[in-house]
Every structure is written in C-alpha cells, then in structure tokens.
C-alpha cells in the first residue's frame, strides 16, 4: 500500500463548479442548434422547429447563469471580472513566453497569480463576447419589428461573429486545460501544490499555510 501524501489547493467551490459545467452544457447547445439553423447542409435537422425551440430554451440558463454566480458570489464576480481586465508588466513577459508555453514549455515563465495572463484574455474575451452574443440575440429574437433589414443583418453578423469567437476562444481554453492537466481544478476543485507552483506561484504564495491541504 502506498503511504504517499499529496498536498493540494483548492481553487473553486462546488457553485462555481456547477455553474461552469452547467454553462458548457447550455453553451454547447447554443453552439449545435446554432449551427443547424445557419449551416443550409444541415437545414434537414432544423425541420418540425426543434432546434428553434431547444436554441431558445437554452437561452434562459446561458444568461441567467453567470447573473445569478454575481448575485451570488458578488465579491468573486467582480475579482474575476476585474483580474481579466488587468494587465500587468509580468503579463507582458508571459506573452512573450506564450509560444513556448503553448507547446507546453514552463521554462522562464514569469509568476503569475490566481489566473494566468493567458486565462485573463481567455476571460475577458468570454465576457466581452457573452455580451455581444447575448444583446444581438435578443435583437434577433425580438427586433423583427423594429430594426429593419439592415439592423437584423448587422445582429446577425454580430452574434455569428461572436459565437465564432466564443467556440475559437473554448478551443484554446480546452486545449489548455489537457497540455497543463488543470482539469482536477473544475472537478473536484483540488489542485496539487506543485500545479499551482507551477501556473500560479504567486496566488499560491498569498495563500496561508493553512489552505494546503495534506491528503
Ligand atoms: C469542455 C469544455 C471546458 C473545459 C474542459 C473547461 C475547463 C476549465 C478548467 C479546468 C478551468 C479552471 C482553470 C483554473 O485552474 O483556473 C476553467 C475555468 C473557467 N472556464 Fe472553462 N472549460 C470548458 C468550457 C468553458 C466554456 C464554454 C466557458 C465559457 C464560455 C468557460 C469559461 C471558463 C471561465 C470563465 C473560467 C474561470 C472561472 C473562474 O476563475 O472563476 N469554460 N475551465
């Protein structure tokens, strides 16, 4: 039997766990009925409105989820907004390391803190776009009446443009996620010390002894 200890972290609670996976879902959704409403070689799967139906009932979770984390957990709404939106001199110097760190290189990375200068783009381009998709949809769903032929095409290139950017941005944030092993962050919450040494040596320094856990 072996008697090894890890020392872990813990770097989210179970709400924020249950609202990110429960967002992938909604946001995968979006993402496939989108696609079969836009794409004519998929038109055949839009027959009998289903996936209309589906597109719009996934809405209601899309945007109600990151409010009610913000009513929720108003303090750490507000960090993370304002952390993505935060760039500092080490964040410079990480994106010149970026290349290297894509292919999975840590070598002279600078310290970074909770989030990495990579994750902070990651999220505030989610923020941005979570925006815009979600304004031009409503312009969509609702404008008919009101905007006119231009204004319908000009929210439609808005929101296509941003579900674009949203799916090439979950691209990136998946590939990640595998290349640095962060998943055990958004299952169980847990991060080893060393991973978090690692990717976020000076969020790991702030933290007291107390919150590593031996197990
Ligand atoms: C299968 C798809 C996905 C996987 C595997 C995944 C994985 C992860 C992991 C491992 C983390 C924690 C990273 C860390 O240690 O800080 C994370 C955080 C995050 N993810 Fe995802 N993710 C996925 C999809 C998405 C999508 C679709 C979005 C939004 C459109 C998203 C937005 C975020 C945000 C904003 C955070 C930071 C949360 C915070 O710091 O409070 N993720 N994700």
């Given at each position: 039997?072996?008697?090894?200890?890890?020392?872990?972290v813990?770097r989210?609670?179970?709400?924020?766990?249950?609202?990110?996976?429960?967002?992938?879902?909604?946001?995968?959704?979006?993402?496939?009925?989108?696609?079969?409403?836009?794409?004519?070689?998929?038109?055949?799967?839009?027959?009998?409105?289903?996936?209309?139906?589906?597109?719009?009932?996934?809405?209601?979770?899309?945007?109600?989820?990151?409010?009610?984390?913000?009513?929720?957990?108003?303090?750490r709404?507000?960090e993370l907004i304002v952390e993505s939106f935060t760039y500092t001199r080490q964040d410079v110097a990480w994106f010149?390391?970026?290349?290297?760190?894509?292919?999975?290189?840590?070598?002279?990375l600078p310290p970074q803190g909770r989030i990495n200068a990579g994750q902070k783009l990651?999220h505030?381009?989610?923020?941005?776009?979570?925006?815009?998709?979600?304004?031009?949809?409503?312009?969509?769903?609702?404008?008919?009446?009101?905007?006119?032929?231009?204004?319908?095409?000009?929210?439609?290139?808005?929101?296509?443009?941003?579900?674009?950017?949203?799916?090439?941005?979950?691209?990136?944030?998946?590939?990640?996620?595998?290349?640095?092993?962060?998943?055990?962050?958004?299952?169980?919450?847990?991060v080893?010390?060393?991973y978090a040494r690692l990717e976020h040596p000076q969020w790991l320094a702030e933290l007291?002894?107390?919150a590593?856990?031996?197990?």
């Amino acid at each position: 039997m072996s008697s090894e200890s890890v020392r872990l972290v813990q770097r989210y609670v179970t709400g924020q766990r249950v609202i990110h996976w429960a967002g992938v879902v909604t946001f995968l959704l979006l993402l496939a009925t989108g696609l079969v409403l836009l794409v004519p070689g998929l038109s055949s799967l839009a027959a009998g409105g289903v996936s209309r139906l589906v597109h719009r009932i996934a809405v209601a979770p899309f945007v109600l989820l990151p409010i009610l984390y913000g009513l929720f957990n108003p303090q750490r709404a507000r960090e993370l907004i304002v952390e993505s939106f935060t760039y500092t001199r080490q964040d410079v110097a990480w994106f010149k390391r970026m290349p290297g760190y894509f292919f999975g290189s840590t070598k002279d990375l600078p310290p970074q803190g909770r989030i990495n200068a990579g994750q902070k783009l990651h999220h505030a381009g989610t923020f941005i776009m979570f925006v815009t998709v979600t304004v031009s949809g409503f312009m969509l769903w609702f404008g008919k009446g009101q905007l006119g032929p231009d204004g319908l095409g000009l929210a439609a290139i808005a929101h296509d443009v941003s579900m674009l950017g949203l799916t090439v941005l979950l691209i990136g944030h998946v590939y990640f996620t595998f290349v640095y092993d962060a998943l055990s962050a958004m299952l169980t919450g847990w991060v080893t010390e060393e991973y978090a040494r690692l990717e976020h040596p000076q969020w790991l320094a702030e933290l007291p002894e107390s919150a590593i856990v031996v197990k």
